[in-house]
């Protein structure tokens, strides 16, 4: 673990300019690239930096060094510019293009490289390679918020995506799903729909990365098949802590295909090994405006630190029988779950992100990712919404990355042998031979060949199909509620409380009344309590209260109660800088101890530098101070000493309404804001290094939520 994660470059600046050419600095440790392959799937047995800048000179686009890149050509030093200035007009001209369509949704994201091994366990009825015991797949993971443009922040409430490209010996796979496990509508038709609703209104184009508006409201509630994905989203899922610790869900149902041909329905689960923890939203609003890039920055520094990110990769499986239902449950319907407790989550095999990206141009942004990517064992259902997305992501990939070549941009390329036939088009870097992409051929030797599910084709399940063409749902499809209700019976009763806080918040920002009404009305289908709290909040009528199921609540839905890994959790510090030498000592040694259970200590302090002396081994180096430093930061936070300022009793004020757990040293409650030096996750302690065997169970629980009044 490296408590101080986020430094810029490989090497380290001198105050004055560089004037001896060096070449090119190396990459940082934490970082890696798309692998070295052809663009037609090739490995190429070259370094990655063989791709990277090269020479120690500054050049045109074609090699040529130059003298002087400050300057443009000019008729005199106070004349006009020259058309000949070549280097000017390239400069500019490639500076002009450098930006390319931000993704329609999912515009903003984060990704790292990685690895998946394998368990063994889905062999038996998936025949993909990748599945096999023991086997490490490399992947790309990019994960995103759905309605926000390039620029908008991390912590906004949204559902976030989680997609992972499985770069098998046997062809790219992509498992692109979401941190929710059901979606707003079942059939891809109204997808635009419900993205236009979402996105900002047309005409002001405000606002942004939201769904707290009345475009958004009007939809889902006139069209409630939205109710059960609306849920999840006023729930703590809707903020997540960070991107290691949210679950991920392939939605859709798709079919494995054995060795023997045997076929079974499946959906695909991440389960985070950290936990699955949310911000609050207070604290999700306040970090939108101090750190607007919390998640990007989180899962770059705990990669750069050391602390690498960890999914189990888990399928419940069904089987494939005619009515493609499990337990009463519609398969092919999109905003429906099967609890986990009717269809437990069998582990496959692990992902763990182990590098960030170099570029994140060329890698996160450039990277394509579509649900039709799959390998020989996996193939999809009639789920009307995952077949609307086999069309979509293709075609509108073809205009974000400018034309049909954008598999051979390297973080796209498969690592396996590519021979499809395709030709020209914008940005062709595929070094074509022969002269016959057509198949039969006998002019290139009959090649390629078409392959037999026996060496490796893929395998397009031959599922009967009958019914009359038809614009329409079926019957099964027609429940919009009970599982919106089993989610929230599910919740803990302060997560039930988010959810109703919630909604009154959203709905408040609404501005038409009807739409509100219309929202109580929906919400009384899935709990009378909630749709009343929510009406009280909102100043509308109260709802009359329905006769509604009881479904058996399934705890795998809560984020509450349970116990996990405190790995790459931040702590902070506060002191002073004139601490006395023996607390330096002790703040030296509880930094140690955090760093040694796996977390990221922040010591901060009145200024930058050390407390103590640096010279003496007891110096400590100074992560934040209380200008830089906001509560969102820390998971916890041992309060040794610090200096009377308002920062410090906001900082202190926030952490404890936001159930984080504070250890007071000595007598330093007295900085506690008035009346929260009694609440539950406040404790206080002799000495610093007693601090961490307190918070440490604290910690594991993620809040001590008990303790947050809100
Ligand atoms: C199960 C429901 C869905 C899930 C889980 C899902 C997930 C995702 C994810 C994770 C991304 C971001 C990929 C990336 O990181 O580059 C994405 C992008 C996208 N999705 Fe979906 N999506 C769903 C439904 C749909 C539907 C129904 C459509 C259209 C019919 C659609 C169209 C798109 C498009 C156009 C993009 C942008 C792709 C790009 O520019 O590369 N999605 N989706």
Redesign the pocket.
Known sequence: MSANPGIPSSGTPEVNEPTTPVPPLPRKPDQATAEPYSPTGCPMHISPDVNAQQGEYLTTAQGGRLRDTDHSLKAGERGPLLMQDHHFREKITHFDHERIPE????AR?AAAHGVFKANGAASSICRAGVFAEGKETPVFT?F?TVLGNRGSADTVRDTR???VKFYTDEGTWDL???NIPV?F?QD?IK?PDVIHAAKPHPDRDIPQAQSAHDTFWDFVTLHTEATHHTIWNMSDRGIPRSYRMMEGFG??TFRMINDKGETSLVKFHWKPKLGVHSQVWEEAQITGGVDPDFHRRDLADAIESGAFPEWDLGLQVFPDNKEQMFEGIDLLD?TKIVPEELAPVQIVGTMTLNKNVSNFHEETEQ???HPGHLPPGIDVTADP?LQ??LF??LD??IS?LGGPNFAQLPINRPHAPVNDMFREGMHQQGQHIGVAPYQPNSLDGGNPFPAEPSNGALIDVPVPVEGEITRSAPASFDDHYSQARLFYVSLSPIEQKHVADAYTFELGKCYEKAIKERAVHVLSNVDHDLASTVAKGLGVPAPEKKDLPEPTPSPALSQVGKTWPIDGRQIGILVTDDLPEDQVADVASLSKAIEDAGMVPLVTSTSGGTIGEPEEATGVAVSRTYVTVRSIEFDAAVVVETPEQPEVSILLSEMIRHGKAVALVGDATAQVPDRMGDAPGVVTVNAAADALDVLTPMLKGHRTWAANPA
Do not use: D, K
Request: hydrophobic letters at 40%; aromatic letters at 16%; glycine letters at 16%.
């Open positions: 993704r329609v949704v999912h994201g990019r995103s995506g989680f997609a692109v799903g979401n979606f509508i891809g997808f939605v859709n999109p990277v394509a990712f919404l609307g997305r979509s992501y509108t990939q974000r």
